[in-house]
């Protein structure tokens, strides 16, 4: 028997943390695109949903989390954690 241990990869850890936070599918796809940088009218334009829809799901994902602004949705469920 072999044990390997190595760094966990990002996206696997923001999967972890976004499960944690009890984040929906759409939500973490919606929390992707704004790592990305993505402004609301784009991310309701690549989703194919309104912005007022997009704007719903992030202030979803805003209460989960416990942050107010995009900058802290960012570093809170994908700065790397050691």
Known sequence: MALVI???ARADVALIVAQAYG???RELEI???VARGLPTAEIAAALFLSPHTVRGYLKAVFGKAGV???GELVARLFAERF
Do not use: C, Q
């Open 68 to 70: 107010s602004s995009r």
């Open 31 to 33: 929390a992707h695109l």
């Open 6 to 8: 190595e760094p966990t």
């Open 23 to 25: 984040l929906s599918p």
